[in-house]
């Protein structure tokens, strides 16, 4: 009992003896006290410095045993101590005097230029010192890091160093393990060379100078660094890789300018990880062949270089540590004739990743003996059209992500032989694969998270096992030709649902609307039909609703409105869709609306607080009322497409303001007045468009690129134009009016428009010479109108002009000519003047607002005259027993073997009339 005594007595000894009255030394409490000035912002959050126990202050840590600080996070900026902010600022490093046994002191992000007074000595016990993200001005300040000797690991991190630096001052430092030298600019360490002093830091092993100004001079200078174990040599100026030598662990030379091929890295056996992203390296098998030698190599990164690699990776078979292989984007290509020592892999991947580009051949069959892989991306990569390798899901029960994108797979798609709950991404889309998708699917993924299945053949319906994958976010089967109807049963955690371009039908399901977390619901271009949901307005989280191209009728749901905060993507075009556009239809976040080719009516009164709003397509409705002078509040506005509506009034001055504008099309209205002359300068020559988002399945998880085709009416045909094409057109439409005055004369900032059209309209006066100033134009309608005076010849020198039309005005004049390298302009528009002749361009300008239950392809206008392709589809029926009977009437040996034939086909076909078709009573 007396030792339990003494050991009790010595507890509370300890407990209450090792600190002072209040927990912590009151010499060190001062001391805090005295740097708190410096430090303002640690009073920020948890216990400010003040009364109570120093050692549960903010960024302050104790011994448990002594009651004597350890450690100090002091990363805080302070503003108050300098007067010039981007000057920095100096610590006077005896403040730390009486912290006998720290040994981590952070000081980063606190703007410090350097030291006065120091006496580093006295912190004999410190270990970590972090200096990153200050100022430090220029590079004295390692003779004072020198001080403090005990030092383990130094973070110099985006400190302002620059030029060349002599790291042999930092010697004295012999326990050093750890210098971070990231983010600097510093060009060199060839000083310690020129002044042959020996670089003794013998314990380093971890050496970061990455995101420098290095050249290939650092190589010479880590020759005495015998015991270096991670080199990151990360975006420098690095060029040659020939000065590569020696064992270190060259870990990181991404980002680099190295060139030449990598068997320069064959007399590393000692290496771990290799990092060469980002390079120029080059090389064939043979090349590739000298990495065997890398028996330790554990991970090998060669993305984005121009490395030809084998599919069938036979040169590393040797390399039994060999684990994770990252080589995307150099040259995959067939290996099928390699001979090699080995017959299969001795290593076992976790971990391969190939993608783009090249052909591989057959697909690799060297992974049939890899069990223990993680993560497969095999994609953008031609294998022949081999079946779906099923055996890699049926070989690795420990497959997470599987990657087979545009890999040139043909065949059905087969599940394994039992439940794989491992998966979580499976993308085999843009392949050929064909048949039904495996109604069981479900049930042998169940832990799928992302399936993609998308631009394939898949047929049949889409299996309702998919409803029992309860961790599915991502879904795509898009562009196959998948019928029948939606499921009823839906995993409830979809963020993402694309089924678009298929051949589906019937209503959207009820059960749908407890998706609340769908952030993309696209159902375009099937046959669906039916009402918009109302209960679409419960998905708080959705951000593009696409449901273009079907058979839905009816008004727009008002619940649609309590999506404003987040919705920014709606297309609704080409449907029956009628009724007014309701009035709550104020999205804060909205980028693109498509409604064109509906039964819209009434009056816009919607969009008013779009801010981001870059595509606006109300066109072929039968909205009326006058274009609101708000729309000049939608400074993001790209494309405005408002024509073959019934809108009345003028062509607002608010649109002026716009300056991001290329697209304008108000034609096929009842508009009228004059146009406004500033809006001659609005179209912007910026190549916007109307992509806001092209993450894909990597990013942000319901993002996904609009390509949604806009019609627009060009060189007097209607095209649909999307995507990049898009971004090069321009133009502004006001035909089928009632537009009255003259053209205006000024064109400033007008240069980069393609497509003019003004006709049909009562515009009078001039021709502006100034016309000759649109550089770009390659469509110019000005007909039927009542234009006067001459054509200017300056319209001559316009090169890209193929189109021009002033045909049924009051011009007088002679017809300009054109020659040579202008052989496509048309000179035949020129009806209704006088001395012009030729027929005018087609132009329609009903007003009907119809509406498409597709769009048309440019292709289906086409360039062909009907009335000729018919007289000459009869001709060739005429000329042909023509030519036959001419031929019989010279030669008698053809004539005869004719009605030979004629009358053998004449008997055949009799005799099988009179005993297979004909009824025996009548034979």
């Known amino acids: 009992m007396e030792y339990w005594k003494l050991v009790w007595v010595f507890v509370l000894a300890f407990l209450f003896g090792g600190y002072q009255s209040e927990g912590c030394w009151e010499i060190e409490k001062a001391a805090l006290l005295q740097?708190?000035?410096?430090?303002?912002?640690?009073?920020?959050?948890?216990?400010?410095?003040?009364?109570?126990?120093?050692?549960?202050?903010?960024?302050?840590?104790?011994?448990?045993?002594?009651?004597?600080?350890?450690?100090?996070?002091?990363?805080?900026?302070?503003?108050?101590?300098?007067?010039?902010?981007?000057?920095?600022?100096?610590?006077?490093?005896?403040?730390?005097?009486?912290?006998?046994?720290?040994?981590?002191?952070?000081?980063?992000?606190?703007?410090?230029?350097?030291?006065?007074?120091?006496?580093?000595?006295?912190?004999?016990?410190?270990?970590?010192?972090?200096?990153?993200?200050?100022?430090?001005?220029?590079?004295?300040?390692?003779?004072?890091?020198?001080?403090?000797?005990?030092?383990?690991?130094?973070?110099?991190?985006?400190?302002?160093?620059?030029?060349?630096?002599?790291?042999?001052?930092?010697?004295?430092?012999?326990?050093?393990?750890?210098?971070?030298?990231?983010?600097?600019?510093i060009e060199s360490l060839g000083s310690l060379f020129q002044r042959k002093r020996q670089l003794r830091l013998a314990k380093l092993e971890v050496l970061d100078l990455s995101f420098n100004h290095l050249h290939n001079s650092i190589f010479s200078s880590l020759a005495a660094l015998p015991h270096l174990k991670s080199l990151n040599l990360e975006s420098n100026l690095l060029i040659q890789?020939?000065?590569?030598?020696?064992?270190?662990?060259?870990?990181y030379l991404s980002h680099n300018k190295f060139s030449g091929d990598i068997s320069v890295f064959k007399n590393l056996t000692s290496l771990k990880y290799l990092d060469l992203f980002s390079n120029n390296f080059f090389g064939n098998i043979y090349v590739f062949k000298n990495l065997r030698s890398l028996t330790s190599l554990l991970e090998l990164r060669l993305w984005n270089n121009s490395i030809e690699i084998p599919s069938s990776l036979a040169p590393l078979f040797n390399l039994?540590?060999?684990?994770?292989?990252?080589?995307?984007?150099?040259?995959?290509?067939?290996?099928?004739?390699?001979?090699?020592?080995?017959?299969?892999?001795?290593?076992?991947?976790?971990?391969?990743?190939?993608?783009?580009?090249?052909?591989?051949?057959?697909?690799?069959?060297?992974?049939?003996?890899?069990?223990?892989?993680?993560?497969?991306?095999?994609?953008?990569?031609?294998?022949?059209?081999?079946?779906?390798?099923?055996?890699?899901?049926?070989?690795?029960?420990?497959?997470?992500?599987?990657?087979?994108?545009?890999?040139?797979?043909?065949?059905?798609?087969?599940?394994?032989?039992?439940?794989?709950?491992?998966?979580?991404?499976?993308?085999?889309?843009?392949?050929?694969?064909?048949?039904?998708?495996?109604?069981?699917?479900?049930?042998?993924?169940?832990?799928?998270?992302?399936?993609?299945?998308?631009?394939?053949?898949?047929?049949?319906?889409?299996?309702?096992?998919?409803?029992?994958?309860?961790?599915?976010?991502?879904?795509?089967?898009?562009?196959?030709?998948?019928?029948?109807?939606?499921?009823?049963?839906?995993?409830?955690?979809?963020?993402?649902?694309?089924?678009?371009?298929?051949?589906?039908?019937?209503?959207?399901?009820?059960?749908?609307?407890n998706l609340s977390l769908m952030l993309t619901l696209d159902l375009s271009n099937n046959t669906l039909f039916g009402g918009i949901p109302r209960w679409i307005g419960k998905m708080s989280n959705l951000q593009e609703l696409v449901m273009a191209n079907n058979h839905f009728e009816g008004p727009i749901p008002m619940e649609l409105c309590n999506l404003n905060s987040s919705l920014k993507f709606l297309d609704l075009s080409a449907n029956n869709i009628s009724g007014s556009l309701p009035s709550c239809f104020i999205f804060s976040s909205l980028t693109h609306v498509y409604l064109s080719r509906n039964k819209l009516k009434g009056p816009i009164t919607s969009f008013l607080n779009s801010n981001y709003l870059v595509t606006l397509d109300l066109s072929n409705n039968h909205l009326t009322g006058n274009i609101p002078n708000w729309i000049g509040t939608l400074s993001a506005l790209v494309y405005l497409l408002l024509d073959n509506n019934h809108f009345e009034g003028g062509i607002p001055v608010q649109l002026c303001k716009l300056n991001r504008l290329r697209l304008i099309d108000v034609s096929n209205n009842n508009l009228s007045g004059t146009i406004p002359p500033c809006l001659m300068n609005t179209i912007s020559n910026d190549s916007s468009h109307a992509y806001y988002s092209d993450d894909d399945y990597s990013g942000y998880i319901g993002s996904f690129s609009a390509d949604v085709p806009i019609e627009f009416t060009m060189k007097s045909i209607s095209y649909f134009y999307k995507g990049r094409v898009l971004t090069y057109l321009s133009g502004i439409d006001l035909s089928c009016n009632k537009l009255t005055g003259e053209i205006p004369l000024q064109f400033q900032n007008f240069r980069y428009i393609i497509v003019l059209n003004f006709s049909h309209n009562s515009l009078i006066g001039p021709i502006p010479p100034a016309i000759s100033d649109l550089s770009r134009i390659e469509s110019l309608d000005l007909s039927h109108n009542h234009l006067s005076g001459n054509i200017p010849s300056q319209l001559l020198g316009l090169h890209f002009l193929s189109v021009f039309s002033v045909a049924y005005n009051n011009l007088s004049g002679t017809t300009p000519q054109r020659t040579g390298q202008f052989a496509t302009f048309e000179e035949s528009s020129y009806v209704g003047n006088p001395f012009l002749c030729g027929e005018p361009l087609p132009k329609n300008c009903s007003t009907d607002g119809s509406s498409l239950s597709m769009p048309r392809n440019a292709t289906d206008e086409g360039f062909i005259d009907m009335k000729v392709f018919y007289a000459s589809f009869?001709?060739?029926?005429?000329?042909?027993?023509?030519?036959?009977?001419?031929?019989?009437?010279?030669?008698?040996?053809?004539?005869?073997?004719?009605?030979?034939?004629?009358?053998?086909?004449?008997?055949?076909?009799?005799?099988?009339?009179?005993?297979?078709?004909?009824?025996?009573?009548?034979?």
């Not at 973070?155 to 012999?174: A, F, R, T, Y």
């Not at 890789?241 to 870990?251: P, V």
């Not at 898949?458 to 879904?475: E, K, R």
């Open 320 to 513: 039994s540590k060999l684990q994770n292989i990252y080589a995307d984007n150099n040259m995959i290509y067939n290996a099928e004739t390699e001979m090699h020592s080995l017959d299969t892999p001795t290593f076992q991947l976790r971990s391969i990743s190939l993608s783009c580009c090249g052909d591989g051949g057959s697909f690799p069959q060297s992974l049939n003996h890899q069990h223990d892989l993680e993560h497969v991306d095999l994609s953008h990569i031609n294998f022949k059209g081999d079946q779906f390798p099923n055996w890699l899901l049926e070989n690795n029960k420990k497959l997470e992500r599987l990657n087979l994108v545009n890999s040139s797979l043909s065949g059905h798609f087969l599940l394994p032989s039992t439940s794989r709950r491992g998966l979580s991404r499976l993308d085999v889309s843009s392949n050929t694969l064909d048949g039904n998708i495996p109604n069981e699917i479900g049930a042998k993924l169940p832990s799928l998270e992302l399936l993609n299945m998308s631009n394939n053949f898949f047929t049949g319906g889409i299996p309702i096992s998919i409803g029992d994958m309860i961790s599915l976010q991502q879904l795509d089967l898009s562009n196959n030709k998948l019928s029948g109807g939606i499921p009823r049963h839906l995993p409830m955690g979809l963020f993402t649902f694309d089924v678009s371009n298929n051949q589906l039908f019937g209503d959207i399901p009820s059960s749908m609307e």
């Open 874 to 923: 009869v001709g060739s029926y005429i000329v042909m027993p023509l030519c036959i009977a001419i031929v019989l009437y010279i030669n008698p040996y053809w004539r005869q073997a004719w009605f030979y034939h004629v009358e053998a086909a004449t008997m055949s076909c009799y005799y099988f009339v009179l005993d297979h078709i004909l009824p025996k009573r009548f034979r």
């Open 241 to 251: 890789s020939t000065y590569i030598q020696g064992k270190h662990a060259l870990r």
């Open 35 to 185: 740097l708190k000035p410096f430090f303002p912002h640690i009073n920020d959050e948890g216990i400010s410095w003040g009364k109570g126990n120093c050692c549960r202050w903010n960024g302050v840590e104790c011994s448990t045993s002594t009651g004597r600080v350890t450690r100090l996070f002091l990363e805080y900026r302070s503003v108050e101590v300098y007067n010039n902010i981007s000057q920095g600022w100096y610590l006077n490093t005896s403040l730390f005097l009486p912290f006998h046994e720290l040994k981590s002191l952070d000081l980063g992000n606190s703007y410090i230029a350097g030291f006065i007074d120091n006496q580093g000595s006295f912190m004999n016990k410190l270990e970590i010192l972090d200096l990153s993200n200050n100022t430090l001005l220029g590079n004295n300040i390692l003779p004072y890091l020198a001080e403090f000797t005990s030092l383990k690991t130094l973070l110099l991190d985006n400190c302002g160093l620059q030029g060349s630096i002599d790291i042999s001052e930092l010697n004295s430092l012999k326990n050093l393990k750890e210098l971070h030298l990231r983010d600097n600019q």
